[in-house]
């Protein structure tokens, strides 16, 4: 398990935004994943995704190493933030906007304002 949580470590230290995931951003495969990586492709921000059905070490490892139960997992320049319903009720309320621009991220904003108008 070593080998896995420095890899995870490595990777959410290399990349300001990665998305753990069931599938890719491209072709997600399950409705959590997809969801998360829809907001995240429709606001525009640039993250890494990691399949987690490719390597069951991965898929695993990142539960243990955030000491959450379930995939998708995001994280944000090296810190865990959530998982699907986070994700979402942070979106809704704007907190996500906040920890991108707090963290340097990019987004568009209009979009993330599109999907709070979408979903009043």
């Not at 809704?92 to 209009?110: M, Q, R, T």
């Amino acid at each position: 398990m070593t080998d896995a949580k420095t890899q995870i470590e490595e990777t959410v230290k290399a990349n300001d935004v990665v998305l753990y995931m069931k599938g890719t951003k491209d072709m997600p495969q399950c409705g959590f994943s997809s969801r998360v990586a829809g907001v995240l492709n429709f606001m525009g921000v640039d993250f890494a995704d990691v399949n987690v059905l490719a390597d069951e070490a991965i898929r695993q490892g990142v539960k243990d190493y955030s000491d959450w139960p379930t995939v998708p997992q995001l994280y944000v320049k090296g810190e865990f933030v959530g998982g699907c319903d986070i994700i979402t009720e942070m979106t809704l309320s704007g907190e996500l906007d906040d920890l991108f621009e707090k963290s340097g991220v990019s987004y568009d904003k209009e979009a993330a304002d599109k999907i709070r108008e979408a979903n009043a």
